[in-house]
């Protein structure tokens, strides 16, 4: 029996009143990135469900099977779509929203276990006020549905358990329960969450997974604010158990690698960069897409954009590098602007020095 993902990425964003939610930036990487980058080594094939004219396909390529809802009429919907796409397969199916979760490896694989389980949905316990659907529990403290936060009482928003927009079911049920799916709520749309009343109507068991450590997902900006300090700490809290140290504040995104013995001054900010091993950033130190080797030191106030530093290279404040390839044991000093530059090895580049396009012995 296969894995299959369907992401649910066609929504509008009305909440977040962004119109590419799911294109947002999260620690330097779009969300939807994030989602199918997590399943990518799960699942054998992901169909990800979009509106006809979302930056998602651009985004991600086209290693993905793609189905365009036309008319935005709820995730009910685009899940049916996703259902008529597939077709008649055996298969698990993961169920995801485009906004999240974003889960780990350990929590997808106890989603796709699903054992004497009818249908798996991921859930946590959040106290404060927000916007996701809240788990309702039957008189024997069975799941028995979701109520979204739009159609909840007044009692049922006080529901501290909510549903994180993550769900697995075998595809048999899924197909079997798609086309009972009504719009009788406050958004008059299709709910994908109205399968799991469907389900346990059916005799069917709706396990709960607790995702307390997961990160959830996101409906408005605050909420995204929250996941992104949230996974922010997390990657210095995890470089810093590695070895790396960091004085003051910097960001780090989640695609770049940094070795032990490295120092991290305030204000810096990495983007998609590896640090070798005894790396020094002074403060206020901006990398994207950089490779810095071994024992380089790039002191206060420069700036490197799609640059490869060898070993042991020093390079003094006020720079700016862009397109370029620095060898090992070289020296530039303050105040230079280097663009389309190679730089051989031992060369001292000397003060308020300008070049593009050359070769420097």
Do not use: W
């Amino acid at each position: 029996m296969e894995n299959v993902a369907i992401v649910l990425a066609g929504g509008k964003g009305t909440r977040m009143k962004r119109k590419t939610k799911v294109c947002e930036l999260l620690c330097g990487k779009p969300i939807i990135k994030h989602i199918v980058d997590a399943l990518l080594n799960k699942c054998d094939r992901i169909i990800i469900v979009i509106s006809p004219d979302s930056p998602v396909r651009e985004i991600l390529g086209e290693r993905f099977e793609y189905v365009v809802q036309n008319v935005a009429l709820g995730t009910g919907h685009a899940l049916k779509l996703a259902c008529e796409h597939l077709g008649s397969i055996n298969a698990n199916v993961l169920i995801i929203n485009g906004d999240g979760p974003f889960v780990s490896s350990d929590t997808l694989d106890e989603m796709l276990n699903l054992n004497n389980c009818a249908m798996k949905i991921l859930t946590r316990n959040i106290k404060t006020e927000n916007f996701f659907g809240r788990i309702i529990r039957d008189k024997k403290g069975a799941i028995c549905g979701v109520r979204e936060y739009k159609d909840c009482t007044s009692n049922e928003k006080k529901i501290t358990e909510v549903n994180l927009g993550l769900y697995s079911v075998e595809y048999s049920f899924l197909l079997h329960n798609i086309a009972k799916i009504k719009r009788n709520n406050a958004k008059n749309e299709y709910y994908a969450t109205d399968l799991i009343n469907l389900i346990y109507k059916d005799g069917g068991e709706i396990c709960g997974v607790n995702a307390n450590k997961v990160y959830a997902g996101v409906n408005t900006l605050n909420e995204l604010n929250a996941v992104e300090n949230e996974m922010e700490n997390d990657i210095l809290s995890s470089l810093a158990n590695a070895g790396v140290r960091f004085i003051g504040n910097s960001f780090v995104d989640c695609e770049s690698e940094i070795l032990e013995h490295t120092t991290i001054n305030p204000f810096c900010v990495i983007n998609k960069s590896k640090l070798d091993k005894n790396v020094t950033l002074f403060p206020q130190v901006f990398l994207e897409f950089c490779k810095i080797g071994e024992s380089t030191k790039i002191y206060h106030n420069t700036s490197l954009n799609n640059v490869i530093v060898g070993a042991n290279t020093l390079i003094l404040e006020n720079c700016i590098l862009k397109n370029c390839i620095i060898g090992d044991n070289v020296v530039i000093k303050e105040k230079c602007m280097l663009k389309n530059c190679t730089i051989k090895g031992e060369t001292v580049v000397e003060s308020g020095s300008y070049f593009e396009n050359r070769k420097i012995n």
